[in-house]
């Protein structure tokens, strides 16, 4: 099987301006999450996507959003950029249904996009 | 906000020798799971183990759940250099969801 896609891998982008995220999960995955990591705070839930509803959010500003396809494909939007959003964006897929007691089914990651904002 | 926390962030070991990292968390949790990500890369899941479970073996990874004292430990055996990355545990909530809670990590060298 493939594994998850996300394009670009590299993004450069000017203060103001706005960013589209592709993320391709495996095939029959259905759960899509997506993860900032920076330097300084580590890796934080952004959001995830089930059957093309958001189910969770992560504590970011509204300028932070997604979507996800009928084809479990999503994209994360990033608008009015800052400085600050200069990070490594990371999308992970899961299967729905747990495995047994606790849920959570292991996540598969992309190798994620690098957004540098000027 | 970081539901991990990990000891030591960095490690620097020879090949051959075994390395250990630390886990703790603050709320409880329906599993605890360990990821390693190489620079600049993803994050590749290593085990999983659940609240019920004390020991979890694969390959030479052994880890450890110690849910009285809210901490998990991550221990590599006979370690090589392939094994120089970042270790991250990660922590997950009730329901089968993608949403998890990363420690900051533990930055492992192993040198040849």
């Known amino acids: 099987k493939a594994g998850v896609t996300q394009t670009p891998r590299y993004l450069i982008k000017t203060r103001g301006q706005q960013v589209t995220l592709s993320c391709s999960p495996i095939s029959g995955h259905r759960s899509v999450s997506w993860y900032q990591q920076t330097p300084g705070q580590g890796l934080q839930f952004l959001f995830e996507y089930f059957s093309e509803t958001q189910r969770n959010k992560g504590n970011f500003p509204g300028r932070f959003s997604g979507r996800q396809f009928s084809n479990s494909r999503s994209e994360m939007n990033v608008s009015t950029l800052e400085l600050g959003d200069s990070a490594l964006y990371l999308c992970?897929?899961?299967?729905?249904?747990?495995?047994?007691?606790?849920?959570?089914?292991?996540?598969?990651f992309g190798n994620g996009t690098r957004l540098t904002v000027t | 906000s970081q539901q991990g926390e990990e000891d030591p962030q960095a490690l620097s070991i020879q090949e051959g020798e075994n390395a250990t990292m630390n886990c703790s968390y603050k709320t409880s949790i329906n599993n605890l799971q360990w990821y390693r990500q190489n620079s600049g890369r993803g994050l590749v899941h290593l085990i999983l183990?659940?609240?019920?479970?004390r020991e979890k073996h694969s390959g030479r990874l052994r880890v450890t759940l110690d849910t009285s004292k809210k901490s998990s430990s991550l221990l590599i055996t006979a370690s090589r250099a392939a094994d120089t990355a970042s270790y991250f545990c990660a922590t997950g909530g009730s329901g089968n969801t993608g949403k998890l809670i990363f420690g900051q990590g533990t930055t492992l060298q192993v040198k040849p």
């Open positions: 992970a897929s899961s299967l729905v249904g747990g495995t047994g007691v606790g849920g959570n089914s292991p996540l598969h």
């Open positions: 183990i659940r609240s019920n479970e």
